[in-house]
Nanobody, 124 residues
Framework: QVQLAESGGRLVQAGDSLRLSCTAS????????MGWFRQPPGKEREFVAG????????YYEPSVEGRFTISRDNAENTMYLQMNNLKPGDTAVYFC?????????????????WGQGTQVIVSS
């Protein structure tokens, strides 16, 4: 069983940068594709970015492409989300997820393991 734990969320100002981490425990996630999702206040959970097992293929939601960068360090069992030029619309609880196989797309139903989330608030 895989446990995922997000960290790094906090209150920032518009234009700031922030890096979120997702650390896995229980077993290695080096054979799992992974992704980041977020849930803005009062809205559904939405896809942010996904990364394949080796970290050489990445997929972004259009509104974050060019501002956010997903990466992973399999040796550290950790995935990251570097967020630059943050906007108030990025305010949300951010979740990391892992798939048992190679899926790193936008459908949350495909993912098998989820963290508890970390709150990001971007003030204007």
């Amino acid at each position: 069983q895989v446990q995922l734990a997000e960290s790094g969320g906090r209150l920032v100002q518009a234009g700031d940068s922030l890096r979120l981490s997702c650390t896995a425990s229980g077993r290695t996630v080096s054979r799992n594709a992974m992704g980041w999702f977020r849930q803005p206040p009062g809205k559904e959970r939405e896809f942010v970015a996904g990364i394949n097992i080796n970290g050489d293929y990445k997929y972004y939601e259009p509104s974050v492409e060019g501002r956010f960068t997903i990466s992973r360090d399999n040796a550290e069992n950790t995935m990251y989300l570097q967020m630059n030029n943050l906007k108030p619309g990025d305010t949300a609880v951010y979740f990391c997820a892992a798939d048992r196989g190679g899926y790193y797309g936008s459908n949350p139903g495909h993912y098998d393991y989820w963290g508890q989330g970390t709150q990001v608030i971007v003030s204007s």
